[in-house]
């Protein structure tokens, strides 16, 4: 069974600009994640999907940061434009959405450097 | 609020002897507890998982934990560690089974020969 797709696995760009990031769940999961991942920290969830709908999204900065699954299958995250500060990995999980298991996949992330 | 604090930022630990990984958390009821490794330029792999029952969790790569409700502690352990384990460990806790984590800070391995 494939595990969680993310790409690209590194991009490198230069402050203001935008920049997207894309993920494929596993096949089957319901539930989608983006995970915030700054250097000697545990990942911060930015926004959680079921299905196609954003459930939780409360911790997504808005003013530059956008997110979409529209058919509920893989998802795209986007900033535009970047700040310095946005340098971090970008992680994506699924989950089955089985009820008391919690159990999340994570891919591998991207890794973002903002000149 | 919940919160899941790991003291231990770096731990170093020789080939072969006994390692244990401490996660405190904070939370109103028993959560559901979590213990994540993350190797260089990999993503987090789950290495068990505690819901209710057993205390004692067995999980992948001979690692344990033992939730203590008491001390609102879920510390990993493994008896005998390789060089292979050196890596990045992440306790997490969930309020609910709809898969929203809160991460600790995690703590890194070093296995020396």
């Known amino acids: 069974e494939a595990g969680v797709v993310q790409s690209p696995r590194y991009k490198i760009i230069e402050k203001k600009q935008p920049v997207a990031f894309w993920c494929n769940p596993i096949s089957g999961h319901n539930t989608l994640y983006w995970y915030l991942q700054n250097l000697g920290q545990g990942p911060e969830l930015l926004i959680r999907?079921?299905?196609?709908?954003?459930?939780?999204d409360s911790q997504l900065p808005k003013d530059r940061f956008s997110a979409e699954r529209l058919k509920g299958v893989d998802s795209t995250l986007k900033i535009q434009p970047a700040e310095l500060g946005d340098s971090a990995v970008y992680l994506c999980?699924?989950?089955?959405?089985?009820?008391?298991?919690?159990?999340?996949?994570f891919g591998p992330g991207t890794r973002l450097t903002v000149l | 609020a919940q919160s899941v604090t790991q003291p231990d930022i770096h731990i170093t630990v020789s080939e072969g002897a006994s390692l244990e990984l401490r996660c405190n958390y904070s939370y109103g009821a028993t959560p559901y507890l979590f213990w994540y490794v993350q190797s260089p330029g990999q993503g987090l792999q789950l290495l068990l998982k505690?819901?209710?029952?057993?205390?004692l969790v067995q999980g992948i790569k001979g690692f344990e934990a033992e939730f203590k409700r008491s001390q609102s502690s879920f510390n990993l352990r493994k008896p005998s560690v390789h060089w292979s384990d050196a890596a990045e460990y992440f306790c997490?806790?969930?309020?609910?089974?709809?898969?929203?984590?809160?991460f600790g800070a995690g703590t890194q391995v070093v296995v020396t020969p």
């Open positions: 999980a699924s989950s089955g959405g089985l009820a008391g298991t919690n159990e999340q996949f």
């Open positions: 997490a806790v969930g309020a609910d089974s709809w898969g929203k984590l809160q």
């Open positions: 999907y079921e299905n196609e709908e954003a459930v939780d």
């Open positions: 505690y819901f209710s029952g057993d205390t």
